[in-house]
């Protein structure tokens, strides 16, 4: 598969402030792939998700979207083949009604009304929004409205999906119905559709192909989840938190128990206890 | 308090009203107030008000309603009543003291402006009532398009007054909750006096704006980043429907009219 996205060289800095916010940022992202960018608070890891689709000028190094160089001319094309949905789901939501937030996106790219009603119905569908098409905003749930902005990406059919810490300002379960979403669109749309999700939901991050990790502007660290939540006490060193199992894990060790190496999900945690429990 | 004033007006309810064009809303409730001004006599009124309690009963909202939407003007009523009533210019005095004059004329202006105002209250209450806050931007925007010739941003405008609608109820929230959080660290806003309660109003005020701001910014980057540019041609999603109804209701206004200038002239 070919890159999606080519960074090179990435370097920002808020004009208030005298740090860099970003500094020497290199990496691709495949067609296809579901990418995690996670980092703490202040990382840089939002800053890095504005610079994608232009919504800020980088100072330094190049960033290409579907081989388009992130320019003031492109910007148009590349927000056409990228879908960003924000943290806030209050404050992106536009439209007066489901619908019509829906329609927003498509309402800027001039498309006929009749395309937009079947389109409007089609993304809530594939969002499970369908029967509030009418709701005001602010009889929706968090989640909800996370949903709402999901579809609104959608029916402008991006390539590129970007998550801009889409879940972190909801409870519990919205998170869990967001993450099932972007689990069952990706598995439907495959290779047509790829997926950022910057976050500091570690959970979330477990999901990706491939996690970047980004601490004070600087790119620490790439590879695969098993890979990086394999070595536990960084991840904590770097103000990260540490997936329950890879915790229990931890504890398994200092208690002088002999724990795989590679990284295990709540199931394969369970399901190595079991098998172990039997060897004894 | 505030929501019962802006938003909590609106009562939804599938009534002829409802139901017809809000442009057509929009255009007559205007039309009403320049018929209302060819009234001159008893007769006239008789007709008006008739016309008007006929039109409100058309809405399926109780008359309750519409006298409560009466109430927050009362002062004013009151106020331009006297005002006629006290300094008529002419006709006979029937009483006298000081400056204040009251004579038939003038009494007979006075009880001609109440009328007035009552109906013209009612009338536009009629289109509050039954028409979305939303319908009515909708309606402005699409009466406003000749401005667009001398380059009136119409389209930007009319974006800004469904996106600030929608953000009503939100900004309610918000203040309520920063209330709240100002009551919990003792902040009184209910008592005191005027100045004292003014002043409370400042710790809220500004952690309002300042959100307020934020959030801004923020749908901008959403905005933006859904493709949104200025001066450029938009679709629409939304569009209001002109029915035979429209047309009807104009004819009725328009049948008024003109009954209303013969009695003006023959009787």
Redesign the interface.
């Known amino acids: 598969m070919s890159n999606i996205i080519e960074v090179k060289n990435l370097t920002f800095k808020y004009p208030q402030s005298n740090r860099q916010a970003l500094n020497d940022i290199s990496f691709d992202v495949k067609q296809g792939a579901w990418v995690a960018i996670i980092g703490h608070n202040g990382s840089g890891k939002s800053t890095l998700a504005k610079l994608l689709n232009y919504l800020l000028i980088a100072n330094e190094g190049t960033i290409k979207v579907a081989d388009m160089l992130v320019n003031e001319v492109n910007m148009w094309q590349i927000r056409e083949k990228i879908g960003m949905v924000f943290q806030n789901p209050e404050n992106q939501f536009v439209g007066a009604t489901v619908e019509d937030d829906v329609a927003f996106g498509m309402e800027n790219r001039n498309i006929k009304r009749e395309e937009m009603q079947v389109r409007v119905q089609q993304a809530l569908m594939a969002v499970n929004m369908q029967t509030f098409a009418q709701h005001e905003p602010s009889s929706l749930s968090g989640g909800q409205k996370q949903r709402v902005a999901i579809a609104g990406v959608l029916a402008i059919e991006p390539q590129v999906l970007i998550l801009d810490e889409a879940t972190s300002m909801l409870d519990p379960q919205g998170r869990q119905e967001i993450i099932e979403l972007v689990q069952k669109l990706k598995k439907e749309r495959g290779d047509d559709l790829t997926v950022i999700s910057i976050t500091h939901d570690i959970d979330e991050a477990a999901l990706a192909d491939k996690i970047i990790i980004i601490n004070d502007g600087q790119l620490i660290e790439t590879g695969q989840p098993t890979e990086i939540f394999a070595h536990g006490d960084r991840l904590l060193n770097l103000g990260l938190d540490v997936p329950f199992a890879q915790q229990v894990k931890g504890a398994l060790q200092k208690a002088g128990i002999k724990t795989p190496t590679h990284y295990l999900d709540e199931k394969g945690l369970l399901d190595w206890l079991w098998e172990l429990n039997s060897n004894q | 308090m505030m929501n019962k004033l802006i938003v909590g007006r609106f009562v939804p309810k599938d009534s002829f009203v409802h139901r017809m064009d809000a442009r057509a809303k929009v255009l007559l409730s205007i039309a009403y107030i320049f018929i209302i001004f060819e009234v001159t006599n008893w007769l006239g009124y008789l007709i008006m008000g008739l016309f008007t309690i006929a039109v409100t009963s058309l809405t399926k909202v109780s008359l309750k309603t519409y006298i409560q939407g009466i109430k927050p003007l009362i002062w004013l009523i009151t106020f331009t009543v006297f005002i006629q009533m006290f300094f008529a210019p002419s006709g006979h005095v029937l009483w006298n003291y000081w400056i204040f004059k009251v004579t038939d004329i003038g009494l007979l202006n006075a009880v001609y402006v109440l009328v007035r105002f009552i109906l013209i209250i009612m009338m536009s209450t009629v289109l509050t009532l039954t028409t979305s806050p939303?319908a009515i931007a909708d309606a402005l925007e699409y009466l406003m398009k000749p401005l667009l010739k001398i380059k009136f941003p119409v389209y930007e405008v009319s974006l800004m007054l469904?996106?600030a609608?929608?953000f009503v109820?939100?900004l309610m929230?918000e203040t309520e909750r920063i209330m709240n959080a100002q009551r919990a660290r003792g902040v009184d806003f209910a008592n005191g006096g005027i100045i004292k309660r003014v002043k409370a109003l400042v710790p809220i005020l500004i952690p309002l704006f300042t959100n307020a701001m934020?959030?801004a910014i923020?749908?901008g980057?959403?905005?933006?980043?859904?493709?949104?540019?200025i001066d450029?041609?938009?679709?629409?999603?939304?569009?209001l429907v002109w029915h035979r109804r429209d047309t009807m209701a104009c004819l009725v206004f328009g049948l008024l009219l003109i009954i209303l200038i013969i009695i003006k002239h023959f009787i």
């Open positions: 939303l469904s996106i609608l929608r109820p939100t929230d934020k959030r923020e749908l980057d959403a905005m933006e980043a859904r493709g949104y540019q450029k041609p938009r679709s629409r999603y939304r569009i």
